[in-house]
Every structure is written in C-alpha cells, then in structure tokens.
C-alpha cells in the first residue's frame, strides 16, 4: 500500500510539473480562442469567441456567419506564427488552459482589444477593461447583435431548436454524405438536429446555405 501511495503521489507531481512547462512551437488556428500549438490543443485562457458556425445579426436586421469571420480574422492574424503558452489548467474536454503570447503581444489581450472576442468574465478578469474599450469603440463583433457564445452553446445542445430565431434553416449531413437543408414545415425539419461536432450547422438564409455547399431537401 505504501509503495502504491508513493507512486501516486510521484505521478501528481510529475503531471504538475508538465503542466508548468511552457508550450513553444508553431500556432495554428482551430477557431476564435481554441490553437494547437506544438501539437498540443490549447484553450486561451480568459477570453470566449464565437463559435465558428454562430450567427450575427446587423444593426440592419441582415444575418451573417460571424463565427466564421472571427475564425479568418484569427487566423489571419497569427496561423504561423511562432508562440509560447503557458498552462494554466485543464478543461472538460482535455485541452491545456494556457495563455499564449506572439513574440510580446498577448494574444488573448489581443482579440479582445480588436473585438474578435469577449472577455470570460466567469473565469477571469484580465481583459474586463480591454473588451469595455472594445465595446465602446464598436469593435469587431461589439457592432453587431449576438448571444454571448456561452449562452450559444446552452441554446444548441439539443440540436432540434434554433439558437438564433432568424436562423432556423437545418443544415444536416446525411448517413451517405450529402449535405442537405431542411426549411421549417418540411417533412423530416422537427425531427431532424443538427450536431455541429459533425460539421452540420444552422442557416440564416437559403442563399447561405446554398453557398456553403448544401442543397434543398426534396420534402
């Protein structure tokens, strides 16, 4: 018994260890706050993005992919590059918390002060002022109408109610392949949801569904 808790707790010490070791190697973009960085997936830590199939709204009442423009403006802005993180923790999913930084730019700081994130409030309040600023100046996604992503992803869970009102169109992949969009008051919309973690997603539009590859269910 002795020798088992000995090894456990050598275990915990090593794993903490790791864990303070900072991560260096060449960024690349998974979406708004999430990068892989020397091959190790990593979850900015402070900040929350959009999710990348997430919807704005204008002030003008038009529909548009935000989530996916956030993901090109980050991308844009350091697909790359080379960074180093420095972990702060673990998330449910596995991947390493950290906070990363391009050369002496903080990145999280970053994407908040240019309104390509929210500061996340719940766990941090490094960038509490850096977003206020933001919103002020109607950065980025401060000059749209959005849920905050968190509430997004509450509001999407079930995959069968629309997160977004304005945006109801279903876009499913079926079991062979072909990418189809359902209309409220088609023949298989209640019944069908959408699991974004298999590339399906929700539309604003026909048009945008269309452009993004999918064609109109027969029924």
Request: one cysteine or more; aromatic letters at 8%; hydrophobic letters at 35%.
């Amino acid at each position: 018994m002795l020798r088992v808790c000995s090894w456990f707790v050598l275990a915990l010490g090593l794993a903490g260890a790791a864990l303070a070791e900072d991560i260096r190697g060449t960024l690349r973009v998974v979406d708004g706050d999430t990068v892989d960085v020397g091959g190790i997936r990593i979850r900015l830590h402070g900040i929350d993005a959009p999710e990348r199939d997430q919807p704005c709204t204008t002030l003008a009442g038009q529909n548009w992919g935000c989530g996916d423009w956030v993901t090109r403006q980050v991308r844009d802005r350091f697909e790359g590059r080379a960074a180093r993180c420095v972990p702060l923790d673990h998330d449910r999913y596995g991947r390493v918390i950290a906070r990363c930084s391009i050369g002496e730019a903080d990145m999280g700081r970053v994407l908040v002060q240019e309104g390509l994130a929210y500061a996340y409030r719940r766990y941090s309040m490094d960038y509490d002022l850096d977003e206020k600023a933001a919103y002020v100046a109607e950065r980025g996604i401060h000059g749209f109408v959005l849920q905050s992503p968190a509430r997004y992803r509450l509001t999407r869970i079930t995959g069968r109610h629309a997160p977004d009102p304005a945006c109801r169109i279903k876009g499913n992949i079926n079991a062979h392949g072909p990418r189809i969009y359902h209309l409220p008051g088609q023949a298989f919309y209640d019944r069908t949801g959408i699991r974004p973690e298999q590339g399906e997603r929700w539309f604003c539009s026909e048009a945008q569904a269309r452009a993004s590859g999918w064609r109109p269910a027969r029924r």
